[in-house]
T-cell receptor
Framework: DQQVKQNSPSLSVQEGRISILNCDYTNSMFDYFLWYKKYPAEGPTFLISISSIKDKNEDGRFTVFLNKSAKHLSLHIVPSQPGDSAVYFCAASGLNAGNMLTFGGGTRLMVKP | SQTIHQWPATLVQPVGSPLSLECTVEGTSNPNLYWYRQAAGRGLQLLFY??????ISSEVPQNLSASRPQDRQFILSSKKLLLSDSGFYLC????????????FGPGTRLLVL
């Protein structure tokens, strides 16, 4: 049972446009969400997080939106750059799980010049 | 600042041989430590986590084991590798508080032949 799902395995975007990566979760106990970026043969790099008390968190070109009623979060990258091409993982945790993260399957973003 | 090291970066091992992957963290005390595996084209699967020396929890039954002989050292082992153990192994740490971000090491690519 996948508690965190990223339904789009890949996404292709033109440089300068917006990239929107989506993530859905089923566990209503999740209250902390993170996005990681991963290049091939490297460890994931933390990008941005959001707590369930907020519905939006912004850091430079990256914005994460959380819709608790829909159990949905999204990562917006504006403007997209070729260096953003990577696999993006969303992850979730809940107080009842301590610091355990449940990861989605990842979305491969390709930003075309 | 905190850093996390993993070695080796790449490992090719024959089926049935033993395995030892090491992870160390610098710049923090009493971290939570984690081992993940990413199989080819798939998401991150939590294998083990540790909240203190000698304290190991396993998330999935498998051919692997983990040990934490020192506060900032986490070791992933196997007595006899299987072909299915091939993958990309990632170590991560987080502060010993709830809902802290996990930070990943560079990973070890293991190929079992």
């Amino acid at each position: 049972d996948q508690q965190v799902k990223q339904n789009s395995p890949s996404l292709s975007v033109q440089e300068g446009r917006i990239s929107i990566l989506n993530c859905d979760y089923t566990n209503s106990m999740f209250d902390y969400f993170l996005w990681y970026k991963k290049y091939p043969a490297e460890g994931p790099t933390f990008l941005i997080s959001i707590s369930s008390i907020k519905d939006k968190n912004e850091d430079g070109r990256f914005t994460v939106f959380l819709n608790k009623s829909a159990k949905h979060l999204s990562l917006h990258i504006v403007p997209s750059q070729p260096g953003d091409s990577a696999v993006y993982f969303c992850a979730a945790s809940g107080l009842n799980a301590g610091n355990m993260l449940t990861f989605g399957g990842g979305t491969r973003l390709m930003v075309k010049p | 600042s905190q850093t996390i090291h993993q070695w080796p970066a790449t490992l090719v091992q024959p089926v049935g041989s033993p395995l030892s992957l090491e992870c160390t963290v610098e710049g923090t005390s009493n971290p939570n430590l984690y081992w993940y595996r990413q199989a080819a084209g798939r998401g991150l699967q939590l294998l083990f986590y540790s909240v203190g020396i000698g304290q190991i929890s396993s998330e999935v039954p498998q051919n692997l084991s983990a040990s934490r002989p020192q506060d900032r050292q986490f070791i992933l082992s196997s007595k006899k590798l299987l072909l299915s153990d091939s993958g990309f192994y990632l170590c991560a740490w987080s502060a010993f508080r709830l809902q802290e971000t996990q930070y990943f090491g560079p990973g070890t690519r293991l190929l079992v032949l």
